[in-house]
C-alpha cells in the first residue's frame, strides 16, 4: 500500500491508482467530466487539476499514479483559478437551457458551475450554433449544443459495447458526435451513454420530457431480463414508473452496466411488434375494440393498409368483474411487472437475491401465480395478495373480449 496526502489528510491506496481514484475511494470530490471508472482515460475536460507538492506545474489526476508520499492539493487558489477557465470554455458555447434539460438536477455542468463561484463568463463572442434533435438510434437522441465533448458515449461504444457507432466528427468549436453513414446507435448497451453523459446531450426517447429527477422516489430491486440479476435502482413518481438504473458497482460482473433487455424488460416490445406488422412476420393482427366500430368505419382498412398482416381480427370488449370471466373467448388479464412485486431472485451463479417492490401496485393487477392460481379455479386471497398497499379484500375485475372476424 501507498501512503499519501490528500488536501491535508493522509490515506492508503494500493500501487497503480490514480490520484483521481485515490479521490473518489476515499470519499473526497475533485471536478471531472471525461473520466469514467468503467472507461479508459481520455484527459479531455481539463478540470480535474491538482496540486503536487515539488511539481511546478499543476496535472491532471485522472492520467497520474499515485506514488509514495505524495502530498496533492485540489482546494488551493491556484487550482481553483484553473479550474475556473476551464468551465469557461465548457460554457462557451453551452446553450444554457437548464429549465428546460432532462439533466438539470443532476448536472456535472450545473454542479461545478455552483461548486466554483457562480461567476459571470468572461467570454464575449456569440455562441456557436449546432444540431439540436439529433436521432442517434431507436432510443436515444442527441443535443448537439449541450455536448462538452468527454467522448465517454464515444469510448463506451469502442470499449464496452464494441459496436463502434459513435465518432466526433468536425474540428475545433464546430466537433460534434455523431453516427456513422448507415449505422445508427443501436445496440444492446446503447441507453447506457445516456447513464453516463454527464450532461444532458444525450436524452432517452423514453424519458425525455417526463419528469424532473427531484420529483422522483427511488427504490433497490434487481433485473430480470436475464440469469445475471444486476442490483437496479426502480425510479417511480406519483405512482408512475419513470425508469431502471443500474446500481453500479454494486455489479460487478456487468461493470455496473444494464442491458435493454433489463431496461425495457417492464414494458411490452412495442418496436419489435411493429416491425413485425411492417415486414410481414406477424399474419395475424387482433384489435381490442372499440365496441362502437361505427364510429371509426375506416378503422379495419387503415390498419390492413399500414400492416402486412393477412387477417384481422376484431374483438368486442366489455367488463364483468366475476371469475367466470375467465370462461370469454379471449380474456385480458393486468399482470404485475416485476418492479411492482416482493421476492427473491436466484441468478445464474446460484445467489438469491431479494426483490423489494419499487412501485404502488396497478389497482387488481396480478403476479403470475395468481393467474396460474385462477386459471385452475383456485381461491385467491386479495388480501394476501395486496396488503402491502392497504387494498384488503377485493373483486377481481377482468377485461373479457369475445372474437368475431
Known sequence: MLK??????????KEG???????????????????HPGLSVAGVCRLCMVEIEGNPRLQIACNTQVTDGMKVNNESEK?????????????????????????????????????????????????????KVVDLGPRVVLDSERCILCSRCVRFTDEVSKTN?????????????????????????????????????LTSK?????????????HNSICTGCSTGCNTKVF???????????????????????????????????????????????????????????????????????????KLVWLQAGKNDQLEALTGDVTLIPLKSYVEKTGTYVNYAGIAQTVHRGLTVVPNALSLVEVVALMKGQEVSRTEAHDVIGMGRVHNEFTTVRGSL
Open 4 to 13: 499519501m496526502t490528500i488536501n491535508g489528510v493522509e490515506v492508503q491506496v
Open 17 to 35: 491508482t490514480s490520484i483521481i481514484e485515490a479521490y473518489s475511494q476515499n470519499g473526497m470530490s475533485i471536478a471531472h467530466y471525461c473520466w
Open 79 to 131: 487550482v481553483k483559478d484553473a479550474v475556473k477557465w476551464g468551465l469557461d470554455f465548457h460554457l462557451i458555447n453551452h446553450p444554457l437551457d437548464c429549465p428546460i434539460c432532462d439533466q438539470a438536477g443532476e448536472c456535472g455542468l450545473q454542479d461545478q458551475y455552483m461548486a466554483f463561484g457562480k461567476y459571470t463568463p468572461e467570454m464575449a463572442e456569440k455562441k456557436v450554433k449546432k444540431h
Open 165 to 201: 457507432e459513435l465518432g466526433i466528427f468536425n474540428r475545433g468549436d464546430r466537433a460534434e458526435i455523431g453516427t456513422f453513414p448507415g449505422k445508427p446507435l443501436d445496440n444492446n448497451y446503447s441507453l447506457n451513454t445516456v447513464d453516463i453523459c454527464p450532461v444532458g446531450a
Open 206 to 218: 423514453d424519458f425525455r420530457f417526463r419528469q424532473r429527477v427531484w420529483l422522483l422516489k427511488e
Open 236 to 310: 417511480d413518481s406519483f405512482d408512475s414508473f419513470d425508469g431502471l438504473l443500474s446500481r453500479g458497482d454494486k455489479n460487478p460482473n456487468t461493470r455496473g452496466l444494464l442491458a435493454e433487455m433489463g431496461k425495457h424488460g417492464f414494458s411490452a416490445q412495442w418496436r419489435e411488434l411493429a416491425e413485425g406488422l411492417t415486414n410481414g412476420t406477424i399474419k395475424t393482427v387482433v384489435v381490442a375494440g372499440p365496441e362502437n366500430q361505427a364510429v371509426f368505419p375506416d378503422l379495419k382498412a387503415k390498419i390492413m393498409e399500414l400492416s402486412k398482416a393477412s
